[in-house]
C-alpha cells in the first residue's frame, strides 16, 4: 500500500525493512479468506499490491482464463511487482499505478476487489470501499483485511514495545489514518452502502514464534524503527526523540533474542457480497 490523495500519508515508506515484509507476504498467510471464493477465469483487481506477492498468487488462483490486475499509487514499487510476475512466468498479471479513491475502471469491471493493509492508511475507508464496490460486479466480493494494532500482542512484556505501540499508533493517526483498522472493517463496509446481511466479518493473525521468525520479525521493526519513512514522520511530527527511537529498537531486538519471545498480529477480515 502507498500515499494516497485523500489526506493521509503512508506512515511506513517505502524503506527496504518495509518491502521486505510486504514480499514476504503470500495468499496464503493474508488471503486464506478469500482463497475459496476464486474460480478460475475470474477477473481480479488487487487495490494497493505493493510488491506483488500476492497479487501473483491469486494469478494462479484465477488461472486459466482469470485475469489480475494489481494497482498501487507509487509507480517505483510496481517495477519490483512486474519482475516478481516476469520471474514466476505469469502472464495473466499486470500492474498500473493508481489510487483507491479514484480508480480509473468502468462499473462492474471485476469479480473480485481485493486490498490487505490499504484502508488502515487511507483518509476516507468509507469511500474507499465505496469505490472498490463500484468496480465489482454485481454477484461479485468485496474483499479486505486490515491489522489491529491495538488488539497485538506479544510475551515477554518488555516495555520498551508497549511505546513503541503507543508511538506508532499516535503517528500513524497524526498521519490521517487507523491503526485499529481490523476491528472497523464491518461497519465502514456498512457505511459504504453494503447490507449487514452481505457483510461476513472474520479475523485471524499472524504469529511469530520460532527463532528464524522472531529474528526476522524483530529485525524488520528496528529497522524500520529508526530508519524508515515511519522514522522520519514520527520525529518531525514531534512524536519521539531519535534517542527515543533507538531505544525502542533495541527493545524489539531484546524480543527477538528471549527464547521464550513471542508476537501475535491480529487482523480484522471482511467478505462483501455485491448486490444485483
Not at 495468499?27 to 477477473?43: D, I, K, M, T
Not at 498501487?72 to 500492474?95: H, K, P, S, T, W
Not at 489514518?177 to 452502502?193: K, S, Y
Amino acid at each position: 500500500m502507498s500515499d494516497n490523495t485523500q489526506g493521509a500519508v503512508y506512515t511506513h515508506g517505502h524503506h527496504d525493512s518495509v518491502l521486505r515484509s510486504h514480499r514476504w507476504r503470500t495468499a496464503a498467510n493474508s488471503a486464506a479468506y478469500l482463497l475459496p471464493e476464486l474460480r478460475a477465469g475470474q477477473a481480479v483487481l488487487d487495490v494497493g499490491c505493493g510488491p506483488g506477492s500476492v497479487t501473483v498468487d491469486l494469478g494462479r488462483a484465477v488461472a486459466p482464463g482469470g485475469q489480475v490486475t494489481g494497482v498501487d499509487a507509487a509507480e517505483a514499487v510496481l517495477g519490483q511487482a512486474r519482475a516478481l510476475a516476469a520471474e514466476r512466468g505469469l502472464d495473466n498479471v499486470r500492474f498500473a499505478p493508481a489510487d483507491v479513491h479514484a480508480l480509473g475502471f468502468p462499473d462492474g469491471s471485476f469479480d473480485v476487489v481485493h486490498a490487505h493493509q490499504l484502508l488502515q492508511h487511507v483518509g476516507d475507508p468509507v469511500g474507499a470501499l465505496r469505490e472498490m464496490r463500484r468496480v465489482c460486479a454485481p454477484g461479485g466480493v468485496v474483499a479486505v483485511r486490515d491489522s489491529d494494532y491495538a488488539g497485538m500482542t506479544w510475551y515477554p512484556r518488555i516495555p520498551a514495545l508497549d511505546d513503541w505501540l503507543d508511538l506508532y499508533e499516535r503517528v500513524a493517526r497524526g498521519n490521517g489514518g487507523e491503526p485499529d483498522a481490523g476491528r472497523r472493517l464491518h461497519v465502514w463496509a456498512r457505511r459504504a452502502g453494503f447490507a449487514p446481511e452481505d457483510v461476513t466479518a472474520t479475523s485471524s493473525t499472524w504469529c511469530f514464534n520460532s527463532p528464524k521468525d522472531r529474528a526476522w520479525w524483530s529485525g524488520l521493526w528496528a529497522e524500520r524503527t529508526v530508519a524508515s519513512g515511519y522514522a522520519r514522520l514520527a520525529v518531525a511530527g514531534g512524536h519521539a526523540t531519535e534517542a527515543e527511537l533507538h531505544r525502542i529498537a533495541d527493545g524489539w531486538r531484546e524480543w527477538g533474542a528471549d527464547g521464550d519471545g513471542w508476537f501475535s498480529v491480529l487482523h480484522g477480515e471482511i467478505l462483501c457480497r455485491v448486490g444485483a
